[in-house]
């Protein structure tokens, strides 16, 4: 039976609450990707869509020594821009060598939801196993 993480960031927190529902399905850990500055606030949503569209990398804090123990990571990413939120973009380009196979999950993307699994998919180097849009 392979061993599942869910790593998820997640602005308002309604992707963490669809990540803790689907780790709650096979009784899987979470891991949450944090951002080191505040995402609170109008103008603070205008700088997600910017960083999203120019593929910025915010500084992040992730705990990367989970990650070895884990066959599958399940990958979980507001997409309010057709896009992958920035700071999943950052985990992604920090730890790509540490995924061994991959799932993904997006929230407020179903419209654009090929779009952000490619997405994932460029910067993880990865095909997923599965995909999931909400």
């Known amino acids: 039976m392979s061993k599942t993480l ?5 602005n308002t927190g309604h992707t963490g609450r669809i990540a803790e529902a689907i780790a709650a399905l096979g009784n899987w850990p979470t891991a949450e990707i944090r951002e080191l500055t505040s995402r609170r606030g109008a103008w603070e949503n205008l700088r997600c869509v910017i960083e999203s569209s120019l ?3 915010p500084r992040i804090e ?3 020594t989970v990650l070895s ?3 599958l990571i399940i990958i979980g990413t507001p997409a309010g821009v057709g896009r992958i939120a ?10 790509v060598h ?3 196979r991959v799932a993904f999950f ?16 460029d910067a993880s180097g990865k095909t997923p196993v599965s995909t999931m849009a909400i």
């Not at 920035?86 to 730890?95: A, G, I, K, Q, Y």
């Open 6 to 10: 869910i790593v998820f960031y997640s």
């Open 55 to 57: 593929k910025v990398r």
């Open 62 to 64: 992730f705990d990367a």
């Open 69 to 71: 123990s884990f066959d």
């Open 86 to 95: 920035s700071p999943v973009r950052s985990f992604l380009s920090r730890h």
């Open 98 to 100: 540490s995924l061994q």
């Open 106 to 121: 997006c929230t407020r993307g179903s419209k654009k939801a090929g779009t952000v699994f490619d997405q994932l998919s």
